[in-house]
């Protein structure tokens, strides 16, 4: 999401939409969206949280070919009041913020190129829609989603911006959730993820930690390899009480005078679900 630059490129709205164009996908296109699709959809049954698979149910996305934004949001709108809107690429914090907040969801339009079905450096049309649009079918989901931007707007003018990044790091793209003695997948960067959906889950590497705002905001965060540590929330409906309901300033004072947490830290005070032996981190 970090961009310096405020002006939206050339062709692209004052609040930096752009048509999604979707008759101009190529058959190659939708055909790259149909192979990630099987492949996540054979892994993720008794993996994912439900709720993920009912929200691919409830908006159709089980067709083949890469979704309209238009269908979409329709459906959205229906159930939770959110709508899925393209963009060009990263834009900047305060207007994906804002976005947000407004209950839009920003989705690039591009999908990635067949060398580069494994790994990508900026989340495609695939990470976004697949990975974060069923989730938007949620009630306590979609709150949450839309109280993390205005609390985006309110963490930029406090100084807090890379605080609060933590936490949706932590929870929007790599989290894990409680299933009775099991636990599941709902993070958007693990579930469109063909390698780390197995990995987060059933890897021995990784630390696995019960969610604690404060020590999550602590924590740093790989961007070039899968997580060193996973946090793990009770429900949707807790992880929107225990941010929601909270008044972030004062932990973000707080937070000025600690140090950071490194990414394969277990500390005294988590509920450790597992620990990490960090084998793939050292390979
Ligand atoms: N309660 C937070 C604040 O005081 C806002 C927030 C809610 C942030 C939910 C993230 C998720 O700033
Ligand atoms: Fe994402």
Redesign the pocket.
Known sequence: MAQADMTPPEGAAADWTVPQDWSAYTPGEHAMWDRLFERQAAMLPGRVVPEFLEGLDILRMTRPGIPDFAELSERLMKRTGWQVVAVPGLVPDRVFFEHLANRRFVAGRFIRRPEQIDYLQEPDVFHDVFGHVPLLTHPAFAD?MQ??G???L??DG?GSIDH?AR??WYTVEFGLMRHGNDLRLYGAGIVSSFGESVFALEDASPNRIGFDLKRLMRTQYRIDDYQQSYFVIDSFEDL?RK???????P??RELETESDVAPDAVLAQDRVYHRGSQDHARA
């Open positions: 949450y109280a993390y205005e609390g985006g309110r963490a406090l609060l936490l949706y929107l941010t929601s309901d909270v008044d972030f300033g932990i973000y």
